[in-house]
């Protein structure tokens, strides 16, 4: 079990899939505290810096007597104005402003015949600017929010990715247990019909050396009984017939030690 065990913690897979999830989790806790704490808060002060600024450079440009031109240059360094063909994205705020066409000197030639006049159009209300910085602010969060949300959603799938690898490593390492378990009762099954076998060997191999002292003492008994019959000159036939009683006499006579002993 303990080796099952190691082997599925030291599976590589299983590994891999532990430190992919454990980067991930990790890498949207980052991007969750660098939303919450961070950029957040750092992308809200410049906005309201820039606001600040413009804001003075138009109040500057308005004040100046030579209005026009000052406005024209504070405008196109402040805003980058979209162009007419862009100008259909933008919200109804925007369409609604006030743009005045700013004329430039045009220098015609013999070989071009058509002239190029730039027209540059200046946002005259601050309060539209404003509402601008807020809707293109709100459109960057909104295409950042999507990206996030992207970005979790694919973390997410691959998440669930490693629980499911995980979950059949988990099935295979049951099944593995299981059968290890199965293994290990038919080896302990085993393991008890052999100790019965040598249970049994042991009982026959001491009924075995019984018998064997048996006829140990048969032996000894009968010989001595051919030893008194041969004193007394009994003749071969007799000896024969005194064999076989001897060897009665010798069994009965080792029978009836065994039961007294026995008692």
Same mark, same amino acid.
């Given at each position: 079990m303990q080796l099952l065990q190691e082997k599925y913690n030291n599976h590589p897979e299983v590994t891999n899939s532990s430190v992919e999830q454990q980067r991930l989790l990790d890498e949207l806790n980052k991007y969750?505290?660098?939303?919450?704490?961070?950029?957040?808060?750092?992308?809200?002060?410049?906005?309201?810096?820039?606001?600040?600024?413009?804001?003075?450079?138009?109040?500057?440009?308005?004040?100046?007597?030579?209005?026009?031109?000052?406005?024209?240059?504070?405008?196109? !360094?402040?805003?980058q104005i979209p162009s007419s063909g862009e100008c259909s994205g933008l919200p109804q705020t925007a369409k609604s402003l006030h743009l005045v066409p700013a004329p430039q000197e045009c220098?015609?030639?013999?070989e071009q015949q058509t002239s190029d006049v730039c027209q540059a159009l200046v946002v005259t209300d601050p309060r539209a600017s404003e509402q601008l910085l807020w809707e293109e602010e709100k459109q960057e969060w909104e295409a950042r929010e999507r990206d996030w949300m992207s970005a979790l959603e694919e973390m997410r799938e691959e998440v669930e990715s490693h629980k499911r690898i995980a979950e059949k490593r988990k099935q295979e390492f049951d099944s593995e247990k299981r059968c290890a378990e199965e293994g290990q009762e038919?080896?302990?099954?085993?393991?008890?019909?052999?100790?019965?076998?040598?249970?049994?060997?042991?009982?026959?191999?001491? !009924?075995h050396i019984g018998l064997l002292a048996k006829q140990r003492k048969i032996r000894d008994t009968t010989l001595d009984v051919k030893k008194m019959a041969k004193r007394a000159g009994v003749s071969n036939f007799e000896s024969r017939w005194l064999d076989a009683q001897a060897t009665q006499?010798?069994?009965t006579k080792v029978d009836f030690k065994d039961e007294r002993r026995a008692e």
């Open positions: 969750r505290m660098f939303y919450d704490w961070g950029e957040r808060e750092v992308l809200v002060e410049e906005i309201t810096q820039l606001r600040n600024q413009l804001q003075s450079m138009l109040e500057t440009a308005g004040n100046n007597s030579t209005g026009k031109n000052r406005r024209l240059s504070i405008t196109r !360094k402040s805003i220098q015609a030639s013999q038919a080896l302990q099954m085993a393991i008890a019909g052999h100790a019965r076998l040598l249970e049994q060997y042991a009982e026959l191999q001491e !009924k006499i010798a069994a």
